[in-house]
């Protein structure tokens, strides 16, 4: 089974960048698809982006346009690149992977439950100033 680690978070303007990664430790190709997700205080988990084998890509409807997922599979790392950040995208981010979220079509919203997603990474926090 894989591991994860995500790096790149930190404090932005609002409408800057930032470019989010995870290190996967095992073979991100095996079958997994995988994402981000991210929750800020006293709101739910929620997904962002999400990633297939076939480097199909999904988005939520808040990020679409500014937020870009893709994978390395020879440096074995996943990223979000975030851009036109926005004081609500500030939140704990997280990535994920799963084998049968790639079986029900690797999209955001159509992952099994979240708390049920079999790698998780431990996250990295994303503020953004207004």
């Known amino acids: 089974q894989v591991q994860m680690m995500e790096s790149g978070g930190g404090s932005v303007q609002a409408g800057g960048s930032l470019r989010l990664s995870c290190v996967v430790s095992?073979?991100?190709?095996?079958?997994?698809?995988m994402g981000w997700f991210r929750q800020a205080p006293g709101k739910e988990r929620e997904g962002v982006a999400a990633?297939?084998?076939?480097?199909?890509?999904s988005f939520a409807d808040s990020v679409k346009g500014r937020f870009t997922i893709s994978k390395d599979s020879a440096k074995n790392t996943l990223y979000l690149q975030m851009n036109s950040l926005k004081p609500e995208d500030a939140a704990m981010y997280y990535c994920?992977?799963?084998?049968?979220?790639?079986?029900?079509?690797?999209?955001?919203?159509?992952?099994?439950?979240?708390?049920?997603?079999?790698?998780w990474g431990q996250g990295t926090l994303v503020t953004v100033s207004s």
């Open positions: 994920a992977a799963d084998r049968r979220w790639s079986w029900l079509g690797c999209t955001v919203g159509g992952s099994p439950p979240t708390e049920d997603l079999e790698v």
């Open positions: 095992g073979n991100m190709d095996n079958g997994y698809c």
């Open positions: 990633i297939d084998r076939d480097s199909s890509t």
